[in-house]
């Protein structure tokens, strides 16, 4: 049974960079992509990027600037940076696997996290 | 990029069925896929793709696509089913595959 836990700083400070890990048990991070979407209090959720195993990226256009995922499959974890945050950036961060596949025309986040809560503030 | 309309809420009595819809461009190209949310829960995935309920997921629980309208469809509402859902897919617009969410549809079982 595969499972996911984000872990990192609860509290960042304005104008630095929030940075999270998600360490994946149960199974291995090859072959699949992995991404981090997050959720801010008592709003939807917004896609943030994903990886492949291989390192390859992409990200949401509104975010790409200040995004960079990255992978380590030594440890079997991945891992956000976010620069330059703000208020608006405070939000639950989800790791969640990422089912993407182009010929069956899916793209389903099946297996998430618990979430980790962090609050932009000085 | 594309965006995926959700209406914001539906209630639906005990036992009965209930639809809901999720409207997108990307919808005619991709299928979507279905995430219930319970307060202070993560999202998790009910059902996905042309016809795939997770392992775990009751048979009540459905999905379906026409043109630009996804839906997922719970026979027989129970208690349990109230919670927040979600719909998904890949955004169609671009080579780059981006991924956009619906903002959500509040389901109250009665």
């Known amino acids: 049974q595969v499972q996911l836990q984000e872990s990192g700083p609860g509290l960042v400070k304005p104008s630095e960079t929030l940075s999270l890990t998600c360490s994946v048990s149960?199974?291995?991070?090859?072959?699949?992509?992995w991404s981090w979407i997050r959720q801010p209090p008592g709003k939807g959720l917004e896609w943030i990027g994903y990886i492949y195993y291989s390192g390859t990226t992409n990200y949401n256009p509104s975010l790409k600037s200040r995004v960079t995922i990255s992978v380590d499959t030594s440890k079997n974890q991945f891992s956000l940076k976010l620069s330059s945050v703000t208020a608006a950036d405070t939000a639950i961060y989800y790791c969640?696997?990422?089912?993407?596949?182009?010929?069956?025309?899916?793209?389903?986040?099946?297996?998430w996290g618990q979430g980790t809560m962090v609050t932009v503030s000085s | 990029s594309s965006e995926l309309t959700q209406d914001p809420a539906v209630s639906v009595a005990l036992g009965q069925t209930v639809r809901i819809t999720c409207q997108g461009d990307s919808l005619r190209s991709y299928y979507a896929s279905w995430y219930q949310q319970k307060p202070g829960q993560a999202p998790l995935l009910v059902f996905y793709?042309?016809?795939n309920r997770p392992s775990g997921i009751p048979d009540r629980f459905s999905g379906s696509s026409s043109g630009n309208t996804a839906s997922l469809t719970i026979t027989g509402a129970q208690a349990e089913d109230e919670a927040e859902y979600y719909c998904?897919?890949?955004?169609?617009?671009?080579?780059?595959?981006?991924?956009?969410f619906g903002g959500g549809t509040k389901l109250t079982v009665l």
């Open positions: 998904n897919s890949r955004d169609s617009s671009g080579n780059h595959p981006h991924v956009v």
């Open positions: 793709g042309e016809n």
């Open positions: 149960g199974g291995s991070i090859s072959n699949y992509y």
């Open positions: 969640a696997r990422f089912d993407y596949d182009e010929i069956r025309r899916v793209a389903a986040f099946d297996i």
